[in-house]
């Protein structure tokens, strides 16, 4: 039987649940559903990624790419050939599977900085594809006129509608993700991070998991892709650049990348930063962004969840 804490769980269901209420009525954050929108997209990249980095020990600097694979799939085929939403997001999610599939399986094999550097000439690869593919995707100029989604009618053509949908994906994401964690397959997983070789030695097919674990944070950003593409109906190349995969870091390490509650807290933070807090620094985000990475590598390793453990340790000495 896994066991699941109901009660931070039933907490933040609620909070979610009455967030676009409290925020519509306090027009000072009126506006907070819209960016809780992004949160919530943001999010399922992160839960992935820290299943992937912070549970498997695998490095990616390359998931933008998945991000924009999942978005592009999406509205290729919806745009260019006019067909549903919902197939189209499956269809990308395959496509993301089977390129996570490609590109891990020797990629995989790389150890430390050098996994690094290899997801992210992944991820500038693809980039440069998304810029100069201008008979498919449109180029720097971008692909507009990307339809919205609905289900058996419903239309998901206001700001809520779309923040319950995005939320119930996350929090769909959120509970697989911590039956995985549980499961004898995060047992594995969190015996490959701590050592290769004894985990080799104990029986744990190595190459298996690291591919399981790659391949669905993969598919979890394909979907945040696709659910980004359709809520904007608009994407171009500059949202999956290099620069959107450091700030995904940035996100699980600021909110712990060993806890999936983590990649919760630091998605949600980074984007309240990034499309209401910072808006003033304009070119000197990426310094803000800096500073707090190297902040919280320096005082808090195991991010913004690790904090009431400091405190407990500051009261029991």
């Given at each position: 039987m896994?066991?699941?804490?109901?009660?931070?769980?039933?907490?933040?269901?609620?909070?979610?649940i009455?967030?676009?209420?409290?925020?519509?009525?306090?027009s000072?954050?009126s506006h907070y559903?819209?960016?809780?929108v992004?949160?919530?997209?943001?999010?399922?990249?992160?839960i992935?990624?820290s299943?992937?980095m912070?549970?498997?020990?695998?490095?990616?600097?390359?998931h933008?790419a998945?991000f924009?694979?999942?978005a592009?799939?999406?509205?290729?085929?919806?745009?260019?050939?006019?067909?549903?939403?919902?197939?189209?997001?499956?269809?990308?999610?395959?496509v993301?599977?089977?390129v996570a599939?490609?590109?891990g399986?020797?990629?995989?094999?790389?150890?430390?900085?050098?996994?690094?550097m290899?997801?992210?000439?992944?991820?500038?690869?693809?980039?440069i594809i998304f810029?100069?593919?201008?008979?498919?995707?449109?180029?720097?100029?971008?692909m507009?006129?990307i339809?919205?989604?609905?289900?058996f009618?419903?239309e998901?053509d206001?700001?809520?509608r779309?923040?319950y949908?995005?939320?119930?994906?996350?929090?769909?994401?959120?509970?697989?993700?911590?039956n995985?964690?549980?499961?004898?397959t995060?047992?594995?997983?969190?015996?490959?991070?701590?050592?290769?070789?004894?985990?080799?030695?104990?029986?744990v097919?190595?190459?298996?998991?690291k591919?399981m674990?790659f391949?669905?944070?993969?598919?979890?950003?394909?979907?945040?892709g696709?659910l980004?593409a359709h809520?904007?109906?608009?994407?171009?190349?500059?949202?999956?650049d290099l620069?959107?995969?450091?700030?995904?870091?940035?996100?699980?390490?600021?909110?712990?990348?060993h806890?999936?509650w983590?990649?919760?807290i630091g998605?949600?933070?980074?984007?309240?930063?990034?499309?209401e807090?910072?808006y003033?620094?304009?070119?000197?985000?990426?310094?803000?962004?800096?500073?707090i990475l190297?902040?919280?590598?320096?005082?808090?390793p195991?991010?913004?969840v690790?904090?009431?453990?400091?405190?407990?340790?500051?009261?029991?000495?």
């Open positions: 896994l066991r699941i804490a109901k009660l931070p769980i039933a907490v933040f269901t609620v909070l979610i009455i967030f676009p209420w409290v925020a519509r009525e306090i000072a954050i559903t819209d960016i809780m992004f949160a919530g997209i943001y999010c399922l990249i992160t992935g990624l299943l992937l912070g549970y498997a020990g695998q490095i990616s600097i390359g933008a998945f924009g694979i999942g592009y799939v999406s509205a290729i085929l919806t745009v260019r050939y006019g067909l549903n939403p919902w197939p189209c997001m499956l269809i990308g999610m395959i993301t599977a089977v599939i490609l590109v399986t020797p990629s995989l094999k790389l150890k430390g900085h050098y996994l690094a290899a997801t992210l000439a992944f991820g500038v690869i693809i980039y810029n100069e593919e201008v008979e498919w995707t449109g180029g720097p100029d971008g507009p006129g339809p919205g989604l609905s289900l009618g419903f998901f206001s700001v809520v779309y923040f949908l995005v939320w119930g994906f996350v929090f769909a994401a959120f509970i697989f993700t911590i995985v964690i549980q499961s004898g995060g047992r594995a997983l969190r015996a490959i991070h701590a050592s290769e070789p004894a985990a080799s030695a104990m029986g097919d190595i190459s298996r998991f591919i674990v391949v669905y944070s993969a598919i979890l950003a394909s979907l945040a696709s980004y809520y904007l109906n608009f994407i171009n190349p500059s949202t999956f620069f959107f995969s450091i700030k995904l870091l940035i996100m699980i390490a600021l909110g712990g990348m806890n999936i983590g990649a919760i998605a949600g933070l980074i984007t309240f930063l990034s499309y807090w910072l003033y620094f304009e070119e000197l985000e990426v310094v803000v962004y800096g500073a190297l902040i919280v590598t320096i005082f808090l195991h991010g913004l690790g904090v009431p453990g400091i405190i407990r340790s500051w009261f029991r000495s």
